[in-house]
């Protein structure tokens, strides 16, 4: 697994990382990060009735997914997408398990049809009008590294940009018991199999036993990587803002992960 995937855009939120272009100093090194409260995201993409039905989850997907599509001046209906949530809708899982505990179990249908995993995937399909194909996928805490396989995959078998997307929201309580998400993080991704121009850099990724995932200096950016799972990308981001070219690895669950080099 040796081919190059061209990163034609960026999309970034979570504290203190406010979008791909004002996050790199921070990424970078030469700003101090700090983790300040991120605004609501708003989903502008979606119409009105749709907005208003969809969960806070769903609005950061868009929200990053929308950014690096701009940022990339690409056609959203001609892109396909890979989506990985460690969990999905936390929000929609507890309305339900909270409806089934009152008299006559009233379910909305609305969170009936929200709780499956593809629901952020449908609403962008919704959004931008796209018929491409789509994954959406879990692996608990390796879902950034499992999304980065299926998208390269994907992405060299069809000879085609792929768009990547993986994000996951703190949890509502009493879920928050059992699993704890310390921050929400969003990030999105267009490879491109093909080498284009402009790009923000060049990935060649290497599937191997991984024994330990890269770090940073910043032990802020540490502790946000370590309590979202889809903040687990936040050294692959380190290194694609850097000037220079980097290698990184991404560690899974089960020992194996991936090595990635990076060049500007």
Request: proline fraction near 9%.
């Amino acid at each position: 697994m040796n081919c190059p995937l061209s990163v034609e855009g960026a999309g970034l939120l979570a504290p203190g990382l406010t979008g791909w272009l004002a996050s790199r100093a921070i990424l970078s090194g030469e700003q101090l990060y700090l983790a300040s409260p991120i605004s609501a995201p708003v989903a502008a993409l979606l119409p009105p009735n749709e907005r208003r039905r969809v969960t806070g989850l769903v609005k950061l997907a868009l929200h990053v997914a929308q950014e690096a599509i701009t940022q990339a001046g690409s056609d959203p209906q001609t892109i396909r997408s890979v989506f990985a949530s460690s969990g999905g809708d936390s929000e929609v899982l507890d309305k339900i398990c909270t409806a089934l505990t009152l008299p006559d179990r009233p379910v909305s249908p609305t969170h009936f049809h929200q709780s499956v995993h593809n629901t952020t995937a449908g609403y962008w399909s919704i959004a931008t009008r796209c018929t491409q194909p789509s994954i959406s996928l879990s692996a608990y805490d390796s879902s950034f590294v499992a999304g980065l396989l299926e998208t390269a995959a994907l992405a060299w078998a069809e000879a085609a940009p792929v768009l990547f997307i993986a994000y996951d929201v703190p949890q509502p309580f009493p879920l928050s018991e059992r699993r704890i998400i310390a921050a929400p993080f969003g990030v999105a991704l267009l490879l491109n199999p093909r080498p284009t121009q402009p790009r923000l850099a060049t990935l060649y990724l290497h599937q191997t036993a991984v024994s330990a995932t890269s770090t940073s200096a910043d032990p802020e950016l540490v502790r946000l990587r370590i309590g979202n799972p889809a903040a687990r990308c936040l050294p692959l981001l380190q290194a694609i803002a850097q000037p220079a070219g980097q290698q990184v690895t991404l560690a899974d669950e089960s020992g194996m992960g991936l090595r990635v080099e990076v060049t500007p």
